[in-house]
């Protein structure tokens, strides 16, 4: 029981997780199925490798039999019904996941329609056979049909009582882009009319037919749908009807002739009457679909690999469209969007469950069923609970009532809201369904984004439709009116409006602006571009990279989709899909439930790793702290001097000509900085700082528009070609790999000076007032053991000169460390780690240089590559653990080779990324440090790695892993 | 002897090439010093384990000692003469080159004046001891004291016969910065009478003493030395003599009394009478300068480590300046310049050797020595041929004669030219002195550019003075009038001046003009920039980032050093130092000897690696071949755009905006390209040929000024907006890390399309006409397997397609492979080398992104990190072996790993770098790629590396690893 468990248990997937899901989960299964020559190589580390090995152990361990049942060797079918079901639902890498729970419904009583199963290693027989249909299995397909003949009490193509069956595919993992279902199976020209009469219902057994015609032309015979419309179509027209359900029993039936034209026409062969042969036929098609290129690139982009096939069900049918006492529903056993344990969904009466997908009729709640078949209705309720307990999960279930009685297609955990995958977690402990570990590792991760900011009203949502997409880059929801630079944001936010900045792009001049508008839209630039890095920072909403708008800022205006706006057109973006809209949509303000707290509390009880933040502000850190930051992992300096009295003061420094004149520019900045790092060891009282060393090129604070230049030649009263001049010659080729980080420390010393006198003195000044400041200097940017051994030296000495003109007498406890965001710095760790007390890698600049890729650039051919399938993912977004991870991990080795008490955390933008946390945490680094609305997620996904990892299941990812069988 | 003759080997170094030997040679000596961290966190693979062991095994070798003499532990001084002789020239370790050799000499018999040397690790006991003395020292030195005095009959301070010694440091290695002599030592006010007595001569013994005065209070006690010399100043103007020499005995002997008030006055200690009080302080004073910030920079930019001290060198005194029977010399055993068989040297009648080095008086000819002291010269000469026959090695040597009796001095290897080199190799073959393999090893191998290029005439340069020094960006030596543009710069040499190209920087868009040029100066970039690498390629003379000099494009003149040139003014750049020379100075031809032919074929009898070239031309090709390539291993298809019609054609390409025209344009360009191919097989017929399929950015080949856009607009019929359009659409702010290399194939498939299309219908062109063209398809900045293995399969289809087209019925040979210049690809080279048939690594772009350095930028800091010794070298000049190799050796054992035959290769810059070609040795590459004038460097280099590995002395770098002892 505890097996089937665990296997239940990663199915929990919900609507919004699916993105993550299908990014994160997969690829660890990727890794081991593609990895083996890596390893081959010897030159994966133990962590890696591990996680890898997890990840199949757990794959081995889903798919192992309960101890009932077990799959056999060579055993192609297996059966489901009253005459013996062979599978269950942890066989699902076997007999698909819709195969698996179809005979673990079976098996636990409930009213499913008989049927068998064709396993996935058939599918990989066939293929290995060059696409010949395995020796023997037909074989074996007859004797099911035939135990199903015994059970139903029908034959399969017989006039009198004939069996009809379903076709569906069916892989371990929901796969869409496989063929997808075919209904009515074993009709042919003797049993149609043999239906009819079972049924009584003529113009309802030729529909079934053509129905059939239709779907197995379409997909087993490559006759384009299109063709059947035609014919469908010209029948209609002759007929005057206007609607399908205006064309007579005669032109149904007509229609049926019509159809098998159709097919002879554009395949050169009949339509077989023989249902053997249509079985064959379809089950080949079945197989085949497997490798339809949609299929492939569906697994492509999703990263699902290392599966051998499809399973193929064969289901005998059940109808819900055979009179007013059939009909068919589908339903939650909670309420997805809320988590409320009510019984949650639709049905329609005389229907077939396409008929509720698609939306033609409008169906009733579920709770109509009372008064329509009491009976019934009561029977579901039992089963629904049946099924919650036997699952331990939420399900989302398809039921067929024909004539009264009752019968379940399908069930599988339930797609639900961040929120309702809080309260059901929460909930479910206290039903005593699930443990507290297992409610963490219900929900994803990424998911709790949704509980802490304002997010669109989702049937406001429905109504509208996007203008655009652009990266989702900082979630949330924001409604307001278009600035197009900075001063004007600033002023009108000032004014009372609520303005949305709408750049090409934002660079740190714009931050000002950036934080008085409610939410940023830009043209270019990826999911870490400076304006997606600062709006996560923040919680603002920021859609990014939305190339299909432009911009002119000078008329202020933007185009997008034909459509012109101005400053007075209100939009609304969502940065949680990257969409553009319109106009304004409602939005929901977030509230933190008690189960929100309880979550955070469970897995703080199970995380190992801790969990940082990155702020730079006060109010950040003050925030982070309140979500549960345990120190700040990365205080970035730069973002203090563009302030509009400093930025001056830092370009007085900038155009100095003299080590003198420049450091009396230090000189000012110097109390504005130490009151900085007062106001931050404040709010982290007791907690770890890391504060990095001014990173940016200085080139990054002089204006470059000569407007801007003006106006800055203006206020300093220098000409303005002394800053034209300046701005040249700082400029750069390629400023990400220009004079930037400890680089700058190098040939300004005075800079590195200044900002660690700011820091010892502020530290000095918490003292005074009983504050513990806890700060740890990093310096950015290191390639070798030379530069931060010459920089330490420096920083130790301005440390020692402060102590003694302070006279401050107890010890200074500040760690010195480094970013390890060069390349060589990892490679080399061993060496680095000499002198620093401390790691922290910067995964956004390693990422940049392994890959050679430029974020502020990446946006010319990411799309590309995420299309063609050439990146699973942007590597921004989550680490790329085989090259930026290898790294990683190399880093973290050498380092404690050398020196074993190291600390070592990661602070790129990848520390609130659940695939990325788990990684951290399965080579054992120390911390994860990320945006401070991002570290729920974080702390979060540390316990659920945690957990996994003490119960061998070692890969990355979210609470979920893909929702199990899936299919209409 | 075998041993001592594996010692003195390592001793060649001339002149030319000491920065190479600095930079090189000693730097993996460094590794194994500084390494230890690096293999206990297990990270470093066995290649680069045994380049850094061999290194250290190779140290101890030369430090073991013959079979006669042998270090003694614990024995801290080694006396040398007639007395005994303790030590020999294999304990250079120990007691230093300089002491070495002295002992050496002694031992052969040559007359010597007897000493003793303290050793080095005495001088690492000092410091351990915390700068004391170690016990005992003293006590040893006064029984060689006392033996010296045995021996010469002299008494140390003796009042009637005083013995007189010199003191001077000598480390194993060459190393100006530390203490260099003091003379004289023993005088005092005493024994200067006796010496006055014994010399008859009392103004010589009173300018003795007050020579040690000088010197002892200077380097012993710290006198500044300009108090000396105001003193003397003073003395001079009382007695009204202009010159030192006009000054009389009486004045000499005032001047001694002057000198120590001098000494008393600034060190407040008066100046030691005590002889063995004198010595004590002197030996201090040699170890303590051992740590001299001068010797520290020193070692640290020479990337020497691993010693422990410098010896202490204490030699009776002898004296060239007792009179005309007396006089001093240096001398080279051949001639350093061309390397002739002939005495060459000069020496000075009654001198003393720092005369000679100071150039008051102009020496003789060594050969007029004959006419002043026939017994003598004679008797010199015999020495000159015994210790070439000794040390099997041109040797650099020092005498005096006192009084008629001859005395050697020093003796070491000599520097010389690479002509010079060569010659001296070939001819000491030739006499049997040294075996070829011998021969091979003396030569620095990067001194072969002398070799292969004009040269400014040394004496002509000696006259001018640089007027700015820049980056010896591509060696050789231009004269001519700058060239402001690219355009100009073709105008005026097709109008036959010899123009210099004068630019800021170069583009793709300047190569008319660089070729045009007769060299290329600019005031920024680096050693890898544009300008560097392209004039390197076609051997043309460049000097690039000379940082000092502004340029006035418009008004056409530059200004460097306040002076102003303009197109009328003439001047000389020499690519091999960097130097600006303002007029024109006569320049050398090089003519390639025999001797030349004779060493290239002894490389390439024993080197195991094979040399290619990176040629984008047939002419290219056609000179690489003559120098000896076995192929090309990088043709780069950008450089055949940049033609006056192709550029055109480019430009219609990129700014096409439909699949369609994109394809009409490359529909043009596709025969161009198919006839650059034909040309580059035919050259290199039967040879292999790597084409690197296009790979700069697009943006690259339009231009980026208002005014050639205008251009283009009118030559193109569009609108300049839409030139403009285009050039902002596909800026980036990194483009070093943007849409480039195969991500450009990836996005435009079409391109790669014709590229590969025009390889393969060349190919069979060339098959038509007999010719075997053996084209290798490279794929550049790859970084994943999925990229390469989608362009891969694109590649094939496109071969097979036009295979069928042209009905060609034989097998093409066509390998595919990919640059592994990505560290991803390097980290992952076990997935990537699964889709790839060779690998070459191109360390230009790996090394930028390793490092996180623009090579377009790096000139912002490097030189304060080559200055502040936190590089070794310019990473881009000489690969980064610890970080940079760690990922080249890495990316070859895991492509191995997965596919054993995989071929790999190196194309970057580093290919010609003799250090970088001994760690491709050392590793196991299969060949080094580099521009055509490298490749006999490259071929030396190998074929050293060979011999070196075979021999078991692992080290890279050149022929010669520093001069030994030293010291004037």
Chains 1, 2 share one sequence.
């Not at 003292?767 to 740890?776: C, D, G, I, T, Y």
Request: with cysteine.
């Amino acid at each position: 029981m505890a097996k089937k468990k665990a296997a239940t248990t990663r199915r929990t997937t919900t609507k919004a997780s699916k993105k993550t899901t299908h990014k994160a989960a997969p690829r660890p299964a990727k890794k081991t199925a593609s990895k083996k020559a890596s390893s081959k190589a010897g030159s994966r580390k133990a962590a890696a490798k591990k996680v890898a090995k997890k990840a199949a152990a757990k794959r081995s361990t889903a798919s192992k039999p309960s101890s009932a049942r077990r799959p056999k060797p060579g055993k192609m079918v297996y059966y489901f019904g009253a005459k013996g079901t062979e599978g269950d639902s942890s066989m699902r890498e076997l007999i698909g996941g819709k195969g698996g729970n179809l005979a673990e419904m079976t098996s636990i009583g409930l009213p499913v329609p008989p049927g068998f199963t064709i396993t996935t290693e058939t599918c990989g027989a066939y293929y290995q056979a060059g696409k010949r249909l395995p020796h023997g299995l037909m074989n074996e397909v007859h004797k099911h049909v035939s135990t199903l003949q015994k059970e139903t009490g029908k034959v399969f193509g017989d006039k009198k009582n004939p069996l009809l069956v379903s076709v569906r595919s069916g892989a371990a993992v929901s796969m869409p882009g496989m063929m997808d279902t075919i209904l009515n199976l074993g009709l042919n020209d003797e049993s149609v009319e043999a239906l009819a009469e079972a049924t009584g219902n003529r113009r309802f057994a030729y529909d079934a037919y053509r129905r059939l015609l239709n779907m197995f032309g379409d997909v087993v015979l490559g006759v384009e749908h299109r063709a059947f419309e035609a014919a469908f179509d010209g029948l209609k027209r002759r007929l005057g009807a206007a609607d399908d359900t205006d064309v007579p029993e005669a032109g149904i039936v007509e229609l049926c002739e019509l159809y098998k034209d159709v097919i002879k026409r554009h395949s050169s062969q009949d339509f077989p009457q023989n249902p053997f042969k249509q079985l064959e036929l379809a089950i080949e098609a079945v197989f085949r679909s497997w490798n339809a290129d949609r299929a492939i690139t569906y697994r492509r982009l999703s990263g699902i690999a290392g599966l051998i096939g499809t399973a193929v069900n064969v289901q005998s049918m059940v109808f819900g469209n055979m009179g007013d006492d059939s009909g068919t529903g589908v339903a939650f056993t909670r309420d997805p969007s809320t988590g409320k344990n009510i019984f949650y969904g639709e049905f329609l009466i005389n229907a077939q469950g396409e008929d509720v997908v698609a939306g033609i009729r409008t169906p009733q709640h579920v709770s109509a069923m009372a008064k329509w078949n009491k009976k019934v209705y009561d029977q579901l309720l039992k089963i629904k609970t049946k099924l919650e307990k036997h699952y331990r999960e939420m399900q989302d279930i398809e039921f067929t009532i024909e004539r009264g009685t009752l019968y379940m297609l399908q069930t599988r955990s339930g797609k639900r809201t961040g929120a309702a995958a809080v309260k059901i977690s929460c909930d479910m402990v206290k039903e005593h369904l699930i443990d507290e570990k297992e409610a963490l590792l219900r929900i994803p991760a990424g998911d709790l984004t949704q509980l802490l900011l304002p997010s669109f009203d989702p049937k406001a949502k429905t109504i509208a439709t996007a203008l655009t997409t652009g990266l989702p880059a900082s979630p949330g929801a924001a409604v307001g009116r278009p600035a197009f630079t900075a001063d004007e944001a600033v002023e009108r936010a000032h004014a009372g409006e609520k303005v949305i900045l709408v750049r090409k792009e934002t660079s740190p001049e714009d931050v000002d602006g950036m934080h008085s508008a409610v939410g940023i839209l830009t043209s270019t630039g990826g999911m870490t571009s400076h304006a997606a890095v600062v709006a996560r920072g923040w919680g603002k909403c920021c859609v990014a990279g939305a190339s299909e708008i432009t911009i002119n800022t000078e008329k202020g205006t933007f185009t997008v989709a034909g459509q012109v706006f101005g400053r007075q057109d209100t939009i609304s973006i969502d940065g949680t899909s990257g969409e553009l809209f319109a106009g304004s949509i409602s939005t929901i303000e977030p509230t933190l439930s008690g189960d929100f707290a309880k979550i955070m509390r469970w897995a703080d009880k199970y995380r190992t790793m801790g969990v940082r933040t990155n702020a730079d502000s006060p109010a950040d850190a003050k925030r982070a702290r309140e979500f549960g930051a345990q120190g700040i992992g990365l205080t970035r300096t730069e973002h203090m001097f563009f302030g509009d009295q400093r930025i001056r003061i830092m370009r007085e420094m900038i155009l100095a000509d003299s080590i003198e004149s420049r450091e009396a520019a230090l000189e000012k900045l110097l109390p504005m900085q130490r009151e900085d790092f007062v106001g931050i060891f404040r709010a982290m009282k007791g907690l770890p700082v890391t504060v990095r060393l001014l990173d940016p090129p200085l080139h990054e604070f002089l204006p470059h528009e000569a407007k801007a230049q003006e106006e800055m030649a203006a206020v300093m009263r220098v000409p303005v070609k002394t800053i034209k001049a300046r701005v040249a010659m700082l400029h750069e080729s390629n400023p990400m790999l220009g004079h930037r980080g400890c680089r700058l420390a190098v040939t300004y010393p005075e800079i590195l000076r200044m900002q660690v006198r700011a820091i010892v003195e502020a530290t000095i000044e918490c003292a005074a007032e009983r504050v513990k400041a806890l700060p740890e200097i990093m310096v950015p940017l290191v390639g070798t053991r030379a530069e931060l051994a010459m920089l330490r030296a420096q920083i130790e000495e301005t440390m020692a000169e402060v102590k003694a003109e302070m006279e401050y007498k107890s010890r200074l406890d500040i760690k010195i460390g480094t970013m390890i965001e060069i390349p060589r710095a990892a490679l080399t760790a061993d060496e680095v780690a000499e002198v620093a007390d401390f790691f922290s890698f910067g995964t956004n600049d390693l990422t940049q240089l392994t890959f050679g890729y430029s974020r502020d650039d990446i946006n010319t051919f990411l799309p590309d590559y995420l299309k063609q399938g050439l990146l699973p993912i942007d590597p921004f977004q989550s680490l790329d653990i085989t090259g930026v991870g290898q790294l990683v991990e190399m880093g973290t080795a050498k380092g404690r080779a050398t020196k074993p008490e190291l600390k070592v955390g990661i602070c790129g933008e990848h520390g609130g990324d659940p695939a990325s946390v788990h990684f951290c945490h399965a080579i054992g680094l120390d911390y994860v440090s990320c945006s401070p609305f991002r570290v729920p997620i974080a702390r979060l996904a540390a316990a659920q790695a945690a957990i996994r990892g003490e119960r061998g299941g070692g890969d990355g990812g979210d609470g979920g892993d893909g929702s199990d069988g899936g299919g209409a």
